[in-house]
């Protein structure tokens, strides 16, 4: 009977224990599950941290190159002397030549002032070329449409060039020198020197209060063009018969000469 109990005993007694190891090595387990999942949860979001700084740069940058990119053309080309498509200023100059010929009583500031007034009958991209110009440019395009068409292909003339010669069309530099004496000297080749002075001169009837994006105020750069306008019809005078490209050499002889007329506000 004795012995029973005392078997009983030591049964309970290994029952206990083994159930109280049971618990201590599923609380341990648990516990270790649980110290697994904390250092893999700082783990995931050390790494997410990690990513989202990365992500955060690269968002950064992506949006702030496009800007930088607009900046640096910006400061470096000048729209305002770049020639339209030919194909669109062709329909300019067409649209013109209908209103004028509905209208032939109109004065140049009427023909003006409809156009503007019913530009929602425009095409988009034609009434941009048209807002683009100055009031001096577009009363020349009503009154020498023909011409007008010729003075925007020197437009482009003069852009290309200047492309070709310096790989840009700067502001205030060099190449802004060579481009308008170059637009210049075409425009004389193709519409004689005395009309080619109108067109140029009215391009530069803008307002020029403030400064350019190169720092420089509006009146030196208009100053600027206007000479160099003038230096560019001067040898388009004298070199009629040279081609684009020799017309283009010749004036870049000139822009690097000692003694060269062309005149710039910086490098």
């Known amino acids: 009977m004795f012995n029973t109990a005392i078997l009983f ?3 309970a007694s290994m029952g206990i224990i083994t159930q109280g190891i049971e618990k201590i090595t599923c ?3 648990s516990t270790l599950n649980m110290v697994k999942y904390n250092h893999n949860m700082r783990s995931e979001v050390y790494s ?3 990513l989202f700084k990365v992500f955060s740069l690269m968002l950064v940058v992506i949006m702030a190159f496009p800007f930088s990119v607009m900046a640096s053309e910006n400061d470096q080309q000048r729209s305002d002397l770049i020639g339209a498509e030919e194909r ?3 329909k300019l100059i067409a649209e013109i030549q209908n209103i004028k010929a509905t209208h032939p009583d109109y004065s140049e500031e009427m023909l003006m002032s409809f156009l503007e007034a019913n530009h929602q009958d425009v095409e988009r991209g034609i009434i941009d070329i048209w807002n683009a110009l100055t009031d001096s440019e577009k009363k020349l395009c009503i009154r020498y449409p023909f011409d007008a068409l010729k003075v925007n292909k020197a437009k482009n003339i003069a852009t290309s060039q200047t492309e070709a010669k310096f790989g840009t069309n ?5 190449s802004d020198a060579f481009r308008h004496g170059i637009w210049n000297a075409e425009m004389t080749v193709l ?3 005395e009309r080619a002075e109108l067109f140029a001169t009215a391009h530069e009837d803008k307002d020029v209060t403030g400064t350019e994006s190169d720092g420089y105020p509006k009146t030196a750069h208009r100053d600027m063009d206007l000479h160099n306008n003038e230096v560019g019809r ?5 070199n009629k ?3 684009e490209s020799e017309m283009a050499d010749i004036i870049y002889q000139e822009i690097y000469s000692a003694t060269t007329s062309f005149i710039w506000l910086h490098e």
């Open 88 to 90: 669109d200023f062709e």
């Open 27 to 29: 609380r341990w387990d």
């Open 241 to 243: 018969e040279a081609s």
């Open 191 to 193: 519409i004689g020197k």
């Open 48 to 50: 997410m941290k990690k």
């Open 9 to 11: 005993f030591e049964n």
């Open 170 to 174: 700067g502001l205030g530099n060099r």
């Open 234 to 238: 001067e040898i388009g005078e004298k």
